[in-house]
């Protein structure tokens, strides 16, 4: 299966459960569940806003944190706390595919994904260690991209 069917069932399946839910359909949720569904990773809200103002829809900011705050009380998507009052977001995907963690650049504040299972066995032996039932994890390592530490 594509990366863009994948994530296009994310926003299909999210708003359909928003209107099992009893939401009414919005011009604004539309339009940031569809953005968020065709990301590979996390975005801001301004990110959100900037992008989907360049695709000519017309959603106010206010808006954009209004949805995103509804779709992380939901569960629908995931609030990445970068620092400095920053959060990301990003779709939570059923059954952890898509699963990665985070690389954050504290120069520029590049964000990069990545996946690495000996990190996932290594958190699964801290689970079966300590008598845990983790339910999710997230990983955020800060540091400098490569442009950065170079300069």
């Known amino acids: 299966m594509s990366s863009s069917l994948a994530t296009g069932g994310w926003a ?3 708003i359909s459960s928003l209107r099992a839910r009893g939401h009414r359909s919005g011009g604004a949720r539309q339009a940031v569940v569809e953005l968020l569904g ?3 990773c996390c975005l801001t ?3 959100i806003f900037d992008r989907l103002r360049a695709e000519g829809r017309h959603v106010g900011i206010a ?3 209004r949805v995103l705050e509804q779709l992380s009380r939901d569960g629908f998507v995931q609030r990445v706390d970068v620092g400095a ?3 990301r ?3 939570i ?4 595919e898509h699963h990665h963690h985070h690389l954050f650049c504290d120069g520029c504040g590049k964000v990069e994904a990545f996946a690495d299972d000996q990190l996932e066995r290594a958190l ?6 300590t008598g845990y039932t983790v339910a999710g994890h997230d990983v955020l390592l800060r540091g400098a991209c490569r442009d950065c530490a170079a300069g």
Request: charged share 30%.
């Open 12 to 14: 299909e399946r999210t």
């Open 38 to 40: 065709a990301q590979d």
């Open 45 to 47: 809200a301004q990110e």
């Open 63 to 65: 808006s954009v944190y």
């Open 85 to 87: 009052g920053t959060s």
């Open 89 to 91: 977001f990003e779709p």
């Open 93 to 96: 995907h059923a059954g952890g």
């Open 124 to 129: 699964r032996k801290v689970e079966s260690k």
